[in-house]
């Protein structure tokens, strides 16, 4: 198993340089004085003029990235990056081999936090301990039972972590999760909050978890029941998710059972059995589906798989691809590939190849036509008129931001051969006598 790594700090391109100082716009008008949509999917309402701004003046580009496999045949990739957010409080766990017990199973979980981190990593490093604590999850493999197992599971470390922010003065973080479990027979689907998870079988989304929010009719119910109310999509103005890990202030109602609080803790558990038509399971926080859905992304992933075999490198692809897309969050995602997961083929490789040679075509025309202008060619121009041509054989689901290496090169190439040369140094002397 390949051990995880921090990405390079190498010079940021200047294309995203220019972007940022694009997106930079949206951001000030929205968060920094402007009218700020209250459907946005910011954990916290900001009501506090005191508070510092959750978001940089620049996004954290760099990533964290692991990849592994287990004994019995899966492969896995993950990568996380901070974004725009002031601070980074996603978790994650992966364990292809889930424990000495049960080493055919696997266990895979997205954690994202809000209000701090701390919730969400205490989760990343014993959530699973306390599921297999129950005793429900055994070889012998009880279906209801293990599904009752995961619900307990979350129900006790709820209560656990309660008491250790108590004793302890945790912050006053509350955390998502989201997870799959996968025996040798079903995969488990764990919902906590508004992460999500997706399933990828003979080429289509199959099956996809729920997002908990607080204007869904059931949760609202259960809000209203513990006195609370939703207002701009949110508990009491101020929290985006109605069922979480954590955010202890959000259950405090004594006569209300642990379910019944502001925010519950207990997970939505499916289970869908396996098939050998099986391709890739993703698990990511809202970042990630902020800027793109499961149909899209699923094809994206796809086509991706057809052309690279560096699963990590697809992971690193969707969360650029997300934050040119707008993403203003933290983004960490899991894929998960079984045996029928597309493989890289001759004839995806030359149709990939084609595409570029047309894109940097492309380019080179854009700036043929500027420089005729006696303009100097601009790379966001570049990209914003690659956007709205339309150029055949892109990614599914990624359109042509997709492309942006391909893009930079080109421009570079291109930009280069018209840029006019700087006066030489003749070497000469003013000293003579």
């Known amino acids: 198993m390949r051990t995880a790594r921090r990405a390079s700090t190498m010079e940021v391109p200047s294309f995203l340089r220019q972007l940022v100082k694009e997106t930079e716009k949206m951001v000030t008008f929205f968060f920094k004085g402007g009218r700020r949509d209250s459907g946005s999917d910011d954990d916290y309402y900001e009501n506090d003029p005191d508070a510092c701004s959750p978001y940089l003046e620049r996004p954290i ?137 997706f399933l990828c079988r003979d080429g289509h989304v199959v099956f996809y978890t729920e997002d908990h929010k607080p204007c869904n009719p059931r949760e609202k119910e259960r809000i209203q029941n513990a006195g609370g109310s939703v207002t701009l999509q949110r508990i009491n103005g101020s929290l985006a998710v109605s069922r979480a890990l954590g955010d202890f202030d959000f259950k405090e109602v004594e006569w209300r059972a642990q379910t019944e609080q502001l925010v519950s803790p207990e997970p939505e558990v499916y289970e869908l059995e396996r098939s050998p038509e099986d391709e890739f399971l993703v698990v990511a926080c809202d970042g990630v589906w902020d800027a793109i859905g499961n149909e899209d992304l699923c094809a994206f992933v796809r086509n991706r798989l057809h052309v690279c075999d560096d699963l990590r490198e697809i992971c690193s692809q969707v969360i650029d691809l997300c934050l040119y897309k707008g993403s203003l969050d933290n983004m960490t995602i899991i894929i998960i590939c079984f045996d029928g997961a597309p493989k890289v083929t001759q004839e995806a490789l030359q149709q990939e190849a084609e595409l570029e040679q047309l894109i940097e075509q492309k380019v080179a025309e854009i700036i043929h036509v500027i420089r005729s202008k006696d303009e100097e060619p601009d790379l966001l121009y570049v990209m914003k008129f690659l956007a709205s041509e339309p150029i055949p054989g892109l990614p599914p689901g990624g359109g042509v931001s997709c492309k942006r290496d391909c893009i930079i090169a080109a421009y570079q190439k291109y930009a280069a051969a018209f840029r006019p040369l700087e006066p030489m140094d003749t070497g000469g002397s003013d000293d003579s006598t």
């Open 61 to 197: 580009l760099a990533k964290d990235s692991a990849e592994g496999e287990s004994k019995w045949g899966i492969t896995y990739a993950m990568a996380s990056m901070q974004g725009w957010r002031a601070q980074m409080e996603d978790s994650h766990t992966c364990m292809p081999e889930m424990s000495d017990a049960l080493p055919d199973w696997s266990y895979f979980a997205v954690y994202d936090g809000h209000a701090g981190r701390t919730v969400a990593q205490y989760s990343s490093r014993h959530l699973l301990d306390f599921i297999l604590d129950t005793g429900c999850v055994t070889v012998e493999e009880d279906v209801e039972q293990v599904k009752d197992g995961i619900r307990e599971g979350f129900l006790a470390i709820d209560r656990h972590m309660h008491t250790l922010s108590r004793n302890e003065s945790w912050d006053h973080s509350g955390s998502t999760a989201a997870s799959v479990m996968i025996s040798p027979r079903n995969f488990y689907f764990i919902n906590c909050g508004d992460s999500r998870t």
